[in-house]
């Protein structure tokens, strides 16, 4: 089974950055796509960004252009870097991979494993 582990979430002023990690126990990225969701509490989860096996990367239309998805196969860890931050993007962050598809969907139910999450507050 394998295992998704957050990292990098915390508190950060508006306008700075922020990369969050997202360690996999196990090598999976040349098999599996990879994605990030965020939720506010009592709210449905909701995609931020993926990136296929192959590597090609999708956005939500709320980050793109301020978010970048990458991964390290070398370190099996998926990273999301969150650049221009605003209040709204506080939440908690999920990493999620799925092990059917060839490219990333931003769709919540393909995503089939799932990490603890992290929290990131970002102060106006």
């Known amino acids: 089974q394998v295992q998704l582990v957050e990292s990098g979430g915390g508190s950060v002023q508006a306008g700075e950055s922020l990369t969050l990690s997202c360690a996999a126990s196990k090598y999976i990225f040349s098999r599996y796509s990879m994605a990030w969701f965020r939720q506010v509490p009592g709210k449905e989860r909701e995609a931020v960004a993926c990136?296929?096996?192959?590597?090609?990367?999708l956005y939500s239309d709320a980050v793109k252009g301020r978010f970048t998805v990458s991964q390290d196969r070398a370190k099996n860890t998926l990273y999301l870097q969150m650049n221009s931050r605003q209040p709204e993007d506080t939440t908690i962050y999920y990493c999620?991979?799925?092990?059917?598809?060839?490219?990333?969907?931003?769709?919540?139910?393909?995503?089939?494993?799932w990490g603890q999450g992290t929290q990131v507050t970002v102060s106006s």
């Open positions: 999620a991979a799925d092990s059917t598809r060839v490219f990333c969907t931003l769709r919540l139910g393909d995503y089939n494993i």
């Open positions: 990136i296929g096996h192959i590597g090609n990367p």
